[in-house]
């Protein structure tokens, strides 16, 4: 297997797959082929971030 490196759309589809649980395995391979890890990293860091912002401002918004 040669090592790639991850675009930009396959970073985001392989971590919104991650979020969600569900990942094909052709997707599953291509991820693994990559030279590195940090994209990933900052992509769901970044959407991890976004879903609990997310999360507070709909309780605020609730419980206003």
């Known amino acids: 297997m040669a090592e790639t490196k991850a675009g930009t759309w396959q970073v985001i589809k392989a971590v919104l797959g991650a979020f969600a649980g569900v990942q094909s395995e052709k997707q599953r391979q291509l991820d693994f082929q990559t030279k590195s890890i940090l994209p990933y990293l900052i992509v769901g860091i970044i959407f ?15 419980l206003a």
């Open 48 to 62: 991890a971030m976004l879903f609990v912002a997310g999360l507070l401002l709909t309780v605020t918004l609730v």
